[in-house]
């Protein structure tokens, strides 16, 4: 049982690492026009649409607006234009910049782990301690 519970959350880091490197690719891939709107890398004349339901039905700006223009400018290394965007989005990008190597690790630790409960022989505290005083 502990096994495939041990399989299940190694596989949770790997979609959590998948996921990360995902939108570091993808804010890559994306720029910001002059008219600060976020259009792909190659083609600056298409431009995506306005996507934050606050801002585009209610009319006010959310905590979460202009985040990912934020990731663009700071994947392109325009932090000023990223701290200008959204304050808070160098933070969450920073976050996700760290779980890439930090899932990476404890992934890697699980996978060349050789602790598998099931090969070795259960053993008593008596058998070990008389083993002990044998050698």
């Known amino acids: 049982m ?3 519970f041990y399989k299940k959350e190694t596989k949770e880091h ?18 910001i026009n002059e008219k600060s709107k ?15 339901f606050f801002k585009v039905v209610i009319g006010v700006k ?9 990731f663009i400018s700071i994947s392109h290394l325009d932090f000023e234009r990223a701290w200008n965007f959204n304050k808070f989005g160098v933070f969450i ?18 996978l060349n782990s050789r602790t598998d409960y099931g090969r070795y022989k ?9 083993w002990h005083d044998s050698h």
């Open 62 to 70: 959310c905590p979460f607006c202009y985040m990912t223009r934020s």
């Open 93 to 110: 990008y920073a976050l996700i910049i760290l779980q890439i190597p930090y899932r990476t690790m404890i992934i890697l630790r699980r």
């Open 2 to 4: 502990k096994r495939l």
């Open 38 to 52: 976020v259009c792909f890398f190659a083609y600056k004349a298409y431009q995506f649409p306005e996507t934050c």
């Open 14 to 31: 790997v979609w959590i690492l998948v996921f990360c490197v995902s939108v570091i690719v993808l804010t890559l891939l994306f720029s």
């Open 122 to 130: 259960k053993t008593s505290s008596c058998e070990v301690n008389r």
